[in-house]
Nanobody, 126 residues
Framework: VQLQASGGGLVQPGGSLRLSCAAS????????MGWFRQAPGREREFVGG????????NYADPVKGRFSISRDNAQRTVYLQMNSLKPEDTAVYYC????????????????????WGQGTQVTVSS
């Protein structure tokens, strides 16, 4: 069971990044996938999630209108497109799989997710 996140880096304020999360060795297409982030000294927080078939998404207020999540079940990959990045978006970003298949709502609590990627650093700075 493995989730491999990639795509992080250093970007200037106002810039964009696209994170990817590739899944292997586990059920993927039946589960919501979530993105979380953790900045130094802060708790891990929900960024957004996408349901099993990509028909529903949910975003945290700080990223609404700037971030978007998509998934390709055939490629077993979920994406986080981040636009208009701000310094406060600086954090380690994690992808995670909801432990419940076909959950009706997109869970926002970290303990609803069982498998986690290793994290990818996003730094927004001029």
């Amino acid at each position: 069971v493995q989730l491999q996140a990639s795509g992080g880096g250093l970007v200037q304020p106002g810039g964009s990044l696209r994170l990817s999360c590739a899944a292997s060795g586990t059920i993927f297409s039946s589960n919501t996938m979530g993105w979380f982030r953790q900045a130094p000294g802060r708790e891990r927080e929900f960024v957004g999630g996408i349901n099993w078939n990509g028909g529903r998404t949910n975003y945290a207020d700080p990223v609404k209108g700037r971030f978007s999540i998509s998934r390709d079940n055939a490629q077993r990959t979920v994406y986080l497109q981040m636009n208009s990045l701000k310094p406060e978006d600086t954090a380690v970003y994690y992808c995670a799989r909801d432990r419940v298949v076909y959950r009706a709502v997109i869970a926002t609590a970290p303990d609803a997710y069982d498998y986690w990627g290793q994290g990818t650093q996003v730094t927004v700075s001029s």
